[in-house]
């Protein structure tokens, strides 16, 4: 049992670099939305040449699966022996992103296979221009980038053991917890027009109905 816990968090912890380059891709991806709509398109489709192909999918979908799963067990396990501010924000955010993890894969498949809509911008921007479905929307995906950020600087502050321009691990961490806030800011930025309000192409009223309140515009 104990081989196969260390065995498991070998795989958890490099499975999980894997995806975390993925979604840091992915989060500069909406970054460049700060510069338009269109730059944030193009951006996507140049990435697409690569990870829409079949085998990066299903290595990815096969990773995320196994994070799912693994960090699942492992929360069951360090729950009981996090003390330390870092641990319970390990363990919590890990929880957190599996959730988000299992809908937000779900979703993408939905959409993009059963509704035959195209997974782009306007796909992640509708449920947060559009009220009441931000009211829901905002909370989802902020917590989910204050958990990638929150869950990567709680690992390093453990796994580093030395300082780095005069900061000690757990400084370290604190800053990277505060590029997350920073980082959350910024994509709600590019992914409502500042706050202004995007409008929706009409086909993706099958997501978020008719009857939603469109903000600024």
Same mark, same amino acid.
């Given at each position: 049992?104990?081989?196969? &816990?260390?065995?498991?968090? %070998?795989?958890?912890?490099? #499975? !999980?670099?894997?995806? +975390? /380059? @993925?979604?840091?891709? *992915?989060?500069?991806?909406?970054?460049?939305?700060?510069?338009?709509?269109?730059?944030?398109?193009?951006?996507?489709?140049?990435?697409?040449?690569?990870?829409?192909?079949?085998?990066?999918?299903?290595?990815?979908?096969?990773?995320?699966?196994?994070?799912?799963?693994?960090?699942?067990?492992?929360?069951?396990?360090?729950?009981?022996?996090? &003390?330390?501010?870092?641990? %319970?924000?390990?363990?919590? #955010? !890990?929880?957190?992103? +599996? /959730? @988000?993890?299992?809908? *937000?894969?779900?979703?993408?498949?939905?959409?993009?296979?059963?509704?035959?809509?195209?997974?782009?911008?306007?796909?992640?921007?509708?449920?947060?221009?559009?009220?009441?479905?931000?009211?829901?929307?905002?909370?989802?995906?902020?917590?989910?980038?204050?958990?990638?950020?929150?869950?990567?600087?709680?690992?390093?502050?453990?796994?580093? &053991?030395?300082?780095?321009?005069?900061?000690?691990?757990? #400084?370290?961490?604190?800053?990277?917890?505060?590029?997350?806030?920073?980082?959350?800011?910024?994509?709600?930025?590019?992914?409502?027009?500042?706050?202004?309000?995007?409008?929706?192409?009409?086909?993706?009223?099958?997501?978020?109905?008719?009857?939603?309140?469109?903000?600024?515009?």
């Amino acid at each position: 049992m104990i081989k196969i &816990n260390i065995e498991m968090k %070998k795989g958890h912890y490099f #499975s !999980g670099i894997f995806i +975390a /380059v @993925f979604v840091g891709i *992915h989060l500069l991806n909406h970054l460049i939305g700060l510069g338009g709509i269109k730059e944030h398109i193009e951006f996507m489709e140049k990435l697409r040449v690569y990870y829409r192909n079949i085998f990066i999918e299903l290595i990815l979908l096969g990773a995320i699966i196994f994070q799912i799963f693994s960090g699942l067990s492992l929360f069951r396990t360090k729950i009981k022996t996090a &003390n330390s501010s870092f641990e %319970k924000i390990q363990v919590w #955010s !890990g929880l957190y992103l +599996a /959730v @988000f993890f299992s809908f *937000h894969i779900f979703a993408v498949v939905f959409g993009r296979y059963l509704l035959h809509l195209e997974t782009n911008y306007y796909f992640g921007a509708a449920g947060l221009n559009i009220f009441p479905f931000n009211l829901f929307f905002l909370p989802y995906y902020a917590l989910a980038i204050l958990s990638f950020f929150g869950h990567i600087a709680a690992t390093h502050s453990k796994r580093m &053991n030395r300082n780095f321009l005069g900061l000690d691990p757990k #400084s370290q961490a604190k800053i990277m917890i505060g590029t997350g806030f920073l980082v959350t800011m910024l994509i709600f930025c590019a992914m409502t027009d500042y706050f202004k309000g995007v409008k929706i192409p009409q086909a993706y009223d099958v997501l978020i109905g008719k009857y939603g309140i469109l903000l600024g515009k």
